[in-house]
């Protein structure tokens, strides 16, 4: 079993629609969520970060955390394409020794088309 | 912009030689981690540095080295390099190098390497 897994996609949403991305972990122990948007060769942007159950909200952006499900999200609400890109889950848990590393998931592709 | 630099940007080896990444991390930051990141993959931890010393490290095997300097600093060092070592090299820095709120990752643009 991945440690964080994500569906790879492509995801195709039309302009103006909800995206929902989903993201699920193994490690029981985590305690930080982050969600990170690639463009095409470029590096990864921070978009939201979520610590506790519950909803975030900032602007379009809502992530969602289940601790018990181990299950977060991201919706993405009324769509734009420039919002097409790989969006990805990364989880920070009990750290390694003392490093706090990131485990990412492989990404979810997001295509929002005209 | 997140104010952390990487060069170079885009890298040319074949196999057997080594190589540098560089990463200057983002002012009043002392934490530096290093990630590769594979073709279609997320981001793979190698390991990430404190105050200069190494303090954890991903499943990458000894060849892949690094160094932080006084200034925070870090460089990435790979040694006799294989084709799979082709790929996308990410530096971040961040605040510390605790689990607390706040402690964001900040990623710099990367380094490509691609080895022949």
């Known amino acids: 079993q991945k440690e964080v897994e994500q569906n790879s996609g492509p995801l195709s949403v039309p302009e103006g629609a909800i995206a929902s991305l989903n993201c699920t972990y193994s490690d029981r122990g985590s305690q930080s969520f982050f969600w990170y948007r690639q463009y095409s060769g470029k590096s990864p942007e921070l978009i939201m970060s979520?610590?506790?159950?519950g909803d975030k909200e900032d602007g379009r952006f809502t992530a969602q955390l289940n601790k018990a499900s181990q299950y977060v999200s991201l919706l993405i609400r009324d769509s734009q394409p420039s919002d097409s890109a790989t969006y990805l889950c990364?989880?920070?848990?009990?750290?390694?020794?003392?490093?706090?590393?990131?485990?990412f998931g492989t990404g979810t592709r997001l295509q929002v088309t005209l | 912009e997140t104010g952390v630099t990487q060069s170079p940007t885009h890298l040319i080896k074949t196999r057997g030689q080594q190589v540098t990444l560089r990463c200057s991390s983002q002012?009043?930051?002392?934490?530096v981690s290093w990630y590769q990141q594979a073709l279609g993959q997320g981001p793979q931890f190698i390991f990430q540095?404190?105050?200069?010393?190494?303090?954890g490290r991903g499943n990458f095997p000894p060849r892949f080295s690094g160094l932080q300097f006084p200034n925070y600093s870090s460089e990435l060092n790979v040694n006799a390099l294989e084709l799979d070592d082709s790929a996308l090299y990410l530096c971040?820095?961040?605040?510390?190098?605790?689990?607390?709120?706040?402690?964001?990752?900040?990623f710099g643009a990367g380094t490509r390497l691609s080895v022949l």
């Open positions: 979520i610590y506790s159950n």
């Open positions: 002012s009043g930051h002392n934490t």
């Open positions: 971040a820095s961040s605040p510390g190098q605790g689990i607390g709120i706040g402690n964001i990752q900040y």
């Open positions: 990364a989880v920070r848990g009990i750290n390694t020794g003392t490093a706090s590393k990131l485990t």
């Open positions: 540095y404190y105050r200069e010393e190494e303090n």
